[in-house]
């Protein structure tokens, strides 16, 4: 599903004194099966934007279209909910939602309330648990019995199983060790490669970023500031600082060295294996000093 933002805008507590507009006049657009980064300050409204892709908020101006449906202010929350089933939302530590007895059950919970047979329910609960790697003795176990890189894949099973087409991630590895981490970022990728999710994930983390996104939106005060391929907006790592942003650590490394004289001639490279490749690319052609 495509998404499109149209000159939205957004008040909390609007026509009170304590009135707060965080976003406004945010336009752009997050293309069908892409992998969209919103990164951007604390409190630039990252929080805020993604919140009107399920319709959790609605614009006070402006409009969101998901797919066919046009979101404005007067939208009826009825409307919001056949929204709901498409636009799987991961809240940072998602797995505080989990209630029940057994991980199985957890799973199951959504589409019981979808209207699905017991069988069936049970049939998707499996699939799910094995899509995100949930090794089949913690199946019965109760959900908080398991680790907390386990407990995080239950709750994301547990979105999963309403078959969204949009996968919102606020800063889902927040809390995880570092290989924890890695997986959970793994697990994403390959839902969006294999399955052909649309993924929007809000991060501080810009090796994040670099590694996984192919488009990337910069907020800054409630407006849009950047927009572009990672390339493109890790390009000018002084418009970054300039912005409260950082580095992918591999494009810092890179930036180091293209001060003291190398050139890349595609730009600064992202990921270490672009880096590996442009290094060994370098010194076997000697043009570097
Ligand atoms: N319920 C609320 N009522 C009033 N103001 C709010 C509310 N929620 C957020 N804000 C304000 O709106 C602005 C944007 O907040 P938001 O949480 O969207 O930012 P963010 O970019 O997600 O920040 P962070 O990176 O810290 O999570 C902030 O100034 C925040 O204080």
Do not use: C
């Amino acid at each position: 599903m495509q998404i499109t933002f149209e000159k939205l805008g957004f008040t909390y507590q609007p026509g009170t004194p304590l009135a707060f507009t965080a976003l406004k006049d945010v336009s752009f657009t997050i293309a069908e099966h892409s992998y969209t980064a919103i990164v951007g300050h604390t409190g630039s409204g990252k929080s805020t934007l993604i919140q009107h892709l399920n319709g959790l908020l609605k614009p006070t101006i402006g409009t969101v279209r998901i797919g066919g449906q046009v979101i404005t202010s007067a939208t009826s929350n009825k409307d919001l909910n056949k929204l709901r089933r498409k636009v799987g939302y991961v809240f940072q530590f998602p797995e505080a939602q989990l209630f029940e007895e057994t991980v199985l059950k957890d799973i199951e919970f959504a589409p019981l309330n979808f209207g699905y047979s017991p069988e069936e329910a049970r049939q998707i609960a499996i699939e799910q648990a094995q899509a995100v790697q949930l090794p089949t003795d913690v199946w019965e176990k109760s959900p908080f019995e398991l680790s907390g890189g386990q407990m995080r894949r239950v709750a994301i099973a547990g979105i999963l199983a309403m078959k969204p087409e949009v996968l919102v991630l606020d800063e889902p590895t927040a809390g995880l060790d570092p290989q924890g981490s890695r997986e959970i970022m793994s697990l994403f990728q390959r839902l969006h490669q294999e399955q052909g999710l649309t993924i929007v994930l809000v991060t501080h983390n810009m090796n994040d970023v670099a590694d996984y996104a192919d488009h990337v939106v910069v907020l800054e005060k409630g407006t849009v500031v950047g927009d572009g391929q990672p390339r493109e907006i890790f390009a000018d790592p002084q418009w970054l600082t300039d912005h409260h942003l950082g580095l992918p650590q591999t494009t810092a490394f890179a930036y180091q060295l293209q001060q003291r004289g190398f050139v890349f001639t595609e730009g600064l490279p992202l990921t270490e294996k672009q880096l590996a490749h442009e290094l060994a690319m370098m010194l076997k052609g000697g043009n570097n000093q």
